[in-house]
């Protein structure tokens, strides 16, 4: 290297910071990193370019530490207010305890310090939710090797990862994981697997000498490696060019680092939530403490209307909710689970079922990830073939005959095209604990499977026709040849008698056969005659138009096509001599297959758009092939656009945001164009859900309103940044998690109604104490706390597990950005709240005087505060009961269908009577004991909140009014 200039990397003129290696000759490559493909660096220019570039590492920004996590649970609007309630609640009991006010046995600071533990728990319960922290950088960085193999100074080294530069010369092989991003020097036969980055589910061919266009997508650039990829085949030497964050895999953390989580619909309603509710009971205290001074004509009352004040402020946040909310999720996790969907972020349950786009991926989500032949064509007949998988079981029709199977031994050209298909081949199929698998690459397997199916196994036919040469696959030969020789069988040196019946029109006496597969345009010109029935004839002009028509036709439909060919040949021909030994071949046929869709999936998508929600196909597949798969599952329909990321690429996010609304397949695209299309659906209003198994998924992933990861072929980086793991990889899956997640809406929605409805009877009914001219307030913080908690929280969480409603997939979704308080919930809450109100004072007021009036036999003329206390306990049990639907009658559900509501209702009526009767309990909680008079009138009040609710049913269906 001369001087101390170091070296600049290359970027396209017309995209600032894109670079275009893959765009140079080698040659240039290595001037421009001033580096030497036989000797490499020097150390003094590597210490160099360390100073430079940095070590190869990902780095971190950002972040939140446990602590913040933690403090960020107390700024809660609603836990602010609690906290505020117990100081003053404290300040109270200190005066009361210096100023010797406290009655008799009465505990001091027990208030302020049950509220400071509903405080706290609330807080461990969001700080649990919310500190997992972000593993997906952790992730990436195992995706780096520990040592590479590397040229410097002409030597051969391993070094560590962390020290390898742009212009370091690196070898890889077959089970290395690149640690770098570079330019291939030269190769042979590599091949590498790049599924995790670019989405490809095939390995790829690399090839070092070709030049590439400048606006090559990622997927193409086969002059180049990427770190973080595997190598699975062959060998080669690679020029560094990028390390650490500016490798491609880099660039996935940056943008993985750079997204933001919004919080989730839900959370936002919370919030929403909190904010109305502190603000409604601060004008509610103003209006008490107001009206109870002018009341007074001055400060003499200000301590009772103090402790109305806290008595209101604990009763109109319900303590109880975020428990309650939090085991309702956590409960629908365990049912996703059983549907074989793995939840990581509670909330993502009940966000599911706001979902109106899932974006899916291809490969394994959509389809079986498994090659399978549908169609092959040979002797000019068209045959279509059945079968799922690699199982070798499947049938044989004639093209245009869908009931009537054929026989494929009666069809010599079949058996020959077929015994191609499982000797020209490298995968084995076994079978393992059950299932049929492939070893090996799965166009091939696919190939050993179709075969199979006819009963030709490849290693019994190994054995018939041994292979004694081969001229092996490369991309720019786009072809594979094997040389075997025919099995000897009978007296005479040269004697072929009872060759296998599939061999005999073949082999024409020769002793070796050549059997060619590969792209069958190539493979086609290369044949000057055609195997008919079972004997060869000259190739004919027409019949060349045929086979290119009916290749085009099988391609259309999105099926990876391989033409066959054979040759009898006297001699093994030498090696490099394939040019022209695969001349003059015998043209066998085409072989059409495809990456079978899944069978479920048409359903679910069906199911999909009759619950209002529109799939879309993101995948780095080949157009053809991703126009084929969506239209034939419904993602899309005849003629519908394609976007390709090279068209994306082209489009400022402005033009992507117009178009994205029309475009159901998108194919070809890259990591980049992921994040860009869930940004740009998010833009236009859409609730998105986004699968993917790769590394190049996982920006999008974490952006997406739900990041769905795969968990058989996901990687450990796109299941960190995710919400949700597919535990089965499977796009039925997502639609029947989307069901739970509407399910846990719908009974999150019920229980809100059913606690905020009985806490604003509870604060209207403390506030009207005080202008009543009641002495005393009808209830403190201690007993609020318990109905919050217990009279509201267990019902409540019965109401959690309530089954669902039989047309909740035939709906669309609700707008994740509606109020907590649309379609009638808020108006459900008030008036119910307003008539739980009215009930109990009425009751309150009756109470009061009757309880001061009758004073015999030591009953205490305070117990009408436990009457009030009871009556608003026991009306919620009625409440409970009949809020179970929103339109049906009580009478006309099964009252066993949710056997966990009676539950609640009994124990709950059961720990209240105890609060009662239970001297330690009473004492505690400062209520009275009731004679049995007083408490049957207690449960008579309370049944008419019942009572109401049912006529209310009556009333809108009389209305024709259905609520929700």
Known sequence: MSGNSLPVRPVSPSGEGVAIWHSLEVDKALDLLDSHPDSGLTTEEIEQRLQKYGPNELEEHGGRNAWEILLDQFKNI??????????????????????NQLKPGEVPFKDTIAILAIVILNGILGYV????????????????????????????????????????????????????????????????????????????????TIQLPEE??????????????????????????????????????????SVESEPTPLQQRMTQLGNVLVTGSLVLVAIVVIGGIIQARGFSNLQDLLEVSLSMAVAVVPEGLPAVITVTLALGTQRMIRRHALIRKLPAVETLGSVTTICSDKTGTLTQNKMVVQSIYTNLTNFRVTGEGYAPVGEFYLDGEP???????????????????????????????????????????????LAGKVGIEKDQWHSKLPRVSEFPFTSERKRMSVITQVEKIGTGEQSFTDVDPKLAGLINGEPYIMFTKGSPELILARCSEIYISTNSAPLSEEQRSQILAQNDQMASKGLRVLGFAYKPLGEVPPEGSDETSEQNLVWLGLVGMLDAPRPEVRAAVQECREAGIRPVMITGDHQLTARAIATDLGIAQ?????????????????????????????????????????????????FVAMTGDGVNDAPALKQADIGIAMGITGTDVSKEASD????????????????????VYTNIRRFIKYILGSNIGEVLTIAAAPLLGLGGVPLTPLQILWMNLVTDGLPALALAVEPPEPDVMKRPPFSPRESIFSRGLGSYMIRIGIVFAIITIILMQWAYHHARAYTEGGLDPERWKTMVFTTLCLAQMGHAIAIRSNNRLTIEMNPFSNLFVLGAVIVTTILQLMLVYVPPLRAFFGTQWLPPTELAICFGFSALMFVWIEMEKLFFRFMGKKTV
């Open 129 to 208: 939710q919310e500190s997992r922290a972000e593993k997906a950088l952790a992730a990436l960085k195992k995706m780096a090797s520990p040592l590479v193999r590397v040229i410097r100074n002409g030597k051969l080294l391993d070094v560590a990862a962390k020290d390898v530069v742009p212009g370091d010369v690196m070898l890889i092989e077959a089970g290395v994981q690149i640690s770098a991003d570079g330019r291939l020097i030269e190769q042979a036969n590599l091949q590498v697997r790049e599924s995790a980055l670019t989405g490809e589910a095939e390995a790829v061919n690399k090839q070092a």
């Open 403 to 449: 009931d009537n199977a054929i026989v494929p031994d009666e069809y010599p050209a079949i058996s020959a095209l077929l015994v191609a298909c499982a000797v020209c081949n490298d995968s084995v199929l076994q079978k393992e604990q059950g299932e049929w698998a492939i070893l090996g690459d799965p166009t091939e397997g696919a190939l050993v499977t």
């Open 216 to 257: 090559t997508s990622l997927g193409d650039r086969i002059n180049l490696v990427f770190q973080g990829t595997e190598v699975v085949q062959g060998r080669g030497k690679v020029l560094v060019t990028n390390t650490g964050m500016t490798t491609e895999l880099g660039k996935i953390a940056v943008m993985l680092q």
């Open 78 to 99: 609603m836990l602010l207010m609690l906290i505020a309630v117990a100081f003053i609640s404290g300040f109270l009991d200190f005066i009361a305890w210096q100023t």
């Open 638 to 686: 005849e003629g519908d656009r394609v976007l390709t990321g090279q068209e994306l690429q082209r489009m400022s996010d402005q033009e992507l945001e117009e178009q994205v609304d029309l475009v159901s397949i998108y194919a070809r695209v890259a990591p980049e164009h992921k994040l860009r299309i869930v940004q740009a659906l998010q833009r236009r209003g859409r």
């Open 724 to 743: 949700m793991v597919l535990l089965d990889d499977n796009f039925a899956t997502i639609v029947a998690a989307t069901e739970e997640g509407r399910v």
